[in-house]
């Protein structure tokens, strides 16, 4: 993938940004906190990626729907991320809890863990393709 120079610092910032969020929900799951809170730090996890990878392409950041819409037809159609990580990036952007709306999402532990694991995956793809630590 072919990156500004521009743009090299912006994508860093991020990665760092998701690092310290999949770090974060893997302290808080050992620590038993409410899932809730953890599956907000993993969809951070996701979020920050996707959107350094955005930027890297050209495309400006939205509102988060808008922007994870444009990541799987920026980035996922076109075969650059894996659709698996677009999925997961759903998942945990469904069930993170939201200011707006008073419901509660039932969410598992089993939910979460997987989401952990497709998020350190999804960090290791980001990282290797566009060659940013």
Same mark, same amino acid.
């Given at each position: 993938m072919d990156i500004r120079e521009e743009d090299k610092e912006f994508i860093r910032f991020k990665l760092t940004q /998701?690092? =310290? @969020? *999949? =770090? =974060?929900a893997k302290g808080l799951l050992a620590a038993g906190a409410? &899932?809730? *809170? $953890?599956v907000n730090s993993v969809y951070y996890a996701f979020y *920050?990626? @996707?959107? /350094?990878?955005l930027q890297a392409k050209g495309v400006p950041a @939205?509102? %988060? +729907? $808008? +922007?994870? @819409?444009?990541?799987?037809? =920026? &980035? $996922? %159609?076109?075969? $650059?991320?894996?659709r698996r990580y677009h999925q997961a990036l759903r998942k945990a952007f469904e069930l993170k809890p939201k200011c707006s709306t008073p419901e509660l999402k039932m969410i598992s532990r089993d939910d979460v863990e997987a989401l952990l694991v497709d998020a350190g995956d999804f960090l290791d793809s980001v990282a290797g393709k566009t060659g940013i630590q």
């Amino acid at each position: 993938m072919d990156i500004r120079e521009e743009d090299k610092e912006f994508i860093r910032f991020k990665l760092t940004q /998701a690092r =310290e @969020a *999949y =770090e =974060e929900a893997k302290g808080l799951l050992a620590a038993g906190a409410d &899932l809730g *809170y $953890v599956v907000n730090s993993v969809y951070y996890a996701f979020y *920050y990626p @996707a959107l /350094a990878l955005l930027q890297a392409k050209g495309v400006p950041a @939205a509102m %988060q +729907s $808008v +922007s994870i @819409a444009l990541f799987e037809k =920026e &980035l $996922v %159609q076109t075969g $650059v991320i894996d659709r698996r990580y677009h999925q997961a990036l759903r998942k945990a952007f469904e069930l993170k809890p939201k200011c707006s709306t008073p419901e509660l999402k039932m969410i598992s532990r089993d939910d979460v863990e997987a989401l952990l694991v497709d998020a350190g995956d999804f960090l290791d793809s980001v990282a290797g393709k566009t060659g940013i630590q």
